[in-house]
């Protein structure tokens, strides 16, 4: 028998695969930005964006809760406790300036983008830290004017607790700065202005390594063929360590729920709880709610997409008595992402070695920095 040794015919070689310039290994958010900036930095550049995920992206892209958010009071207090503070704000900006850009690129019709303010709660049993948000509210609040021109960003907003409905929440803090997205119309219209610069999208290759030859990377796939091309880009997020083995990145299970519909839902807006462990928001008349890593940190480091029932349940009994206390509801649906984080939250930037570079470890904060994270990522491969 004659041995096949490729899957692709000659056509399919020739068009999609042969003198590729640059291969990008990830559609999600940070592929698909530096795709577009590398096209525009390379005019002549034959680019290539291949992702595992037959339909979709593979990861988080797809999969998040939309929230269009810089950092909440509780979770910046925890990063001083382990980051000088210039860091941490430095980190907000790139998330604020990062936002803009995305709004910049796709318009706020294509994200359908809204501002309806964020909010975090706290519990009697957070009164400490409550307190200590007070304290640290009007140096936050300089911080912030000078990153987004924004006064007052963060305001005590303790008497909206009724509008909402909530029970068992002490106190409110409003984020007048943060917004909410439709994140499969962002990622519709990031992929069609992709496809639009003749730039190839395909799903269902999976990598499984590479090697270096004399003129080119000869990059492997598990669908029996390989693709050569002058330079590799890898932006995976949090799979980026099952093709880059010491890289800093770990996996973080988001599990997530949302509602059927609910009879004049009183809850609008972007809600943030313990440390933003627990995140919440409205998808129209739906209560969208995620969370609950923090309830069993091992099980939720990993790879595999799926659901516990010790954080749905939990989620579920949170929605019921604190969220939407004393009102009918139903379950639409559940999902899970994987966010990819580290030891800090910066991102790993970098060029890996010869003809191969690196854009991962978003931190949970794709949609913020995903967009500038891919034009940093495409400078740095064209450069």
């Known amino acids: 028998m004659i041995e096949n040794r490729s899957s692709l015919s000659f056509w399919e070689r020739q068009t999609y695969f042969e003198g590729v310039d640059l291969l ?11 795709a577009r900036a590398a096209q525009q930095l390379k005019p002549n550049w034959k680019i290539l964006v291949v992702d595992r995920g037959r339909i979709l992206p593979y990861g988080a892209s797809t999969r998040n809760a939309g929230f269009a958010c810089f950092g ?19 980190l907000v ?16 019709d294509n994200l359908g983008y809204e501002e309806l303010g964020g909010y975090e709660l706290f519990t009697p049993q957070e009164e400490e830290i409550w307190k200590d948000c007070l304290d640290k509210m009007d140096g ?28 068992g929440v002490k106190n409110l803090i409003k984020n007048v700065g ?5 994140t499969g119309k962002m990622m519709k219209s990031l992929l069609s202005l992709v496809r639009n610069k003749n730039i190839e999208v395909l799903n269902g290759i999976e990598i499984k390594g590479w090697h270096l030859k004399e003129d080119c990377l000869l990059v492997e796939t598990a669908n029996g063929f390989s693709i050569p091309t002058q330079q590799l880009l890898i932006t995976t997020n949090a799979f980026a360590k099952q093709l880059l083995p010491d890289a800093l990145v770990e996996p973080g299970r988001a599990q997530v729920l949302i509602t059927k519909p609910i009879h004049q839902l009183k809850v609008k807006g972007t809600f943030h709880y313990e440390k933003g462990y627990y995140y919440f928001r409205n998808v129209g008349d739906r209560i969208l ?20 029932s010790t954080v749905q349940d939990h989620l579920e009994k949170l929605l019921s008595t604190m969220i939407l206390p004393n009102q009918p509801l139903e379950i639409d649906q559940r999902w899970s992402g994987i966010m990819g984080l580290g ?9 890996v070695e010869e003809r191969i570079c690196c854009a991962v470890r978003m931190g949970g904060m794709g949609v913020a920095i995903g967009t500038q994270v891919g034009e940093d990522a495409a400078h740095l491969v064209c450069d």
Do not use: C, H
């Not at 943060?178 to 439709?182: A, P, S, T, V």
């Open 343 to 351: 030891p800090v939250k910066s991102s790993i930037i970098k060029r």
């Open 289 to 308: 709610f995620g969370g609950g890593r923090n309830l069993d940190f091992k099980t939720e480091n990993t790879f595999e997409f799926g659901l516990t």
């Open 24 to 34: 990008i290994v990830g559609a999600g958010i940070v592929g698909l930005n530096s």
């Open 93 to 108: 900006q790139k998330r604020w300036e990062g936002l803009q850009k995305l709004r910049a690129v796709l318009g706020d």
């Open 178 to 182: 943060e917004g909410q997205i439709d």
């Open 140 to 167: 936050f609040n300089q911080q912030l004017t000078y990153i987004s021109g924004m006064k007052n960003t963060y305001q005590k907003a303790s008497s909206e607790i009724d509008k909402f409905g909530f029970a």
């Open 72 to 90: 909440s009071m509780t979770e910046l207090l925890e990063d001083l406790k382990n980051s000088p503070e210039k860091e941490v704000f430095d």
